[in-house]
């Protein structure tokens, strides 16, 4: 039987070293630290509601109640109602830092076009429109984050927007089979019809000469996101987002291994081991510039 998020309990992630979240959290703050991990923890029960194996029926109605938690979240602290310490603690991080909501409205828009996906085997056609669904999964994100880390120049939203669409491309690039075999092709129609590549294809992992071509393509599209974030990035604000910075040093390495060896993503989810994790990210938080 599928457990909403009030039964679910406080599951304390960041015990958990493997999550590449983990690491870009490490030198926050306290307050800061437990305000990300409770943003990070209802994104995460989100994402287990429409990526686990509930039915879709199932999940629709799971995620109605996501969505009803959230507006207790807004209404004032869901402590008082007897809710679990995930809820209670995102209550408190969105009334300290006035995190605005129209971010997490968009990100379980997202959980439910995932949903489509099943309902449908609907495809994304053009970039334009995977786009979108970036910016609800992933982009959204990235809005939270920089109202807790900090933030003064008004290109922050950009930067936030960009790399969250970054780091998204290259979660679709690590999870291509895995996520073929089970109806979802995130890549667009128009890639795959321009490279000769089959839904069939990436399902069975096929290597194929016309495959590692879209990639390529696909991952200098994810460079593309990685400058752009870094171009949006205002100086006054490299130390207090040095946060994100991790993040995205963490996933430029993930995306540089995917490039050097494209078979690598049939072989399992491509990681970085966690001492890499973790030289990744105490080098960018001594101010090393991980893109060179």
């Known amino acids: 039987m599928a457990v909403s ?6 599951r304390h992630f960041t015990n958990a070293l493997a999550t590449n979240f983990y690491y870009s959290f490490l030198f926050l703050p306290r307050e800061k630290r437990e305000a990300i991990e409770a943003v ?3 994104a995460r029960r989100g994402d287990d509601l429409a990526d686990g194996a509930l039915s879709p029926q199932e999940a629709a109605r799971e995620i109605a109640l996501h969505r009803q938690a959230l507006d207790r979240c807004y209404a004032g602290d869901p402590s008082k109602s007897g809710v679990d310490g995930e809820l209670a603690a995102l209550a408190r991080a969105i009334r300290r830092f006035h995190i605005p909501r129209r971010p997490f409205d968009d990100l379980i828009l997202g959980l439910e076009m995932d949903l489509g996906m099943d309902r449908s085997a609907a495809t994304y056609r053009t970039f334009e429109e995977l786009q979108v669904y970036c910016h609800r999964v992933a982009g959204t994100i990235g809005l939270i984050s920089i109202e807790v880390f900090g933030y003064r120049s008004p290109t922050a939203s950009d930067y936030a927007l960009n790399l969250g669409t970054a780091l998204q491309l290259v979660n679709i690039l690590r999870d291509l089979q895995a ?19 089959s839904a069939a294809d990436l399902a069975e992992g096929r290597t194929t000469s016309s495959f590692v071509e879209l990639l390529r393509f696909e991952c200098g599209r994810a460079r593309g996101f990685f400058d752009r974030a870094r171009a949006n990035l205002a100086a006054e604000d490299r130390r207090s987002l040095v946060a994100a910075e991790i993040m995205g040093a963490i996933y430029w390495r993930l995306l540089r291994r995917i490039e050097k060896c494209a078979h690598r993503v049939f072989r399992g989810r491509v990681h970085l081991s966690r001492p890499v994790k973790f030289w990744t990210a105490l080098s960018v938080y001594c101010g090393a510039e991980w893109q060179k």
Do not use: C, H, K, T
């Not at 998020?5 to 406080?10: L, P, Q, R, T, V």
């Not at 996520?179 to 590549?197: H, I, K, N, T, W």
């Open 5 to 10: 998020i009030e039964a679910s309990g406080n």
């Open 179 to 197: 996520d073929a075999r089970r109806g979802r092709v995130y890549l667009p129609q128009e890639d795959m019809d321009r490279f000769g590549v």
């Open 40 to 42: 990070y923890a209802f």
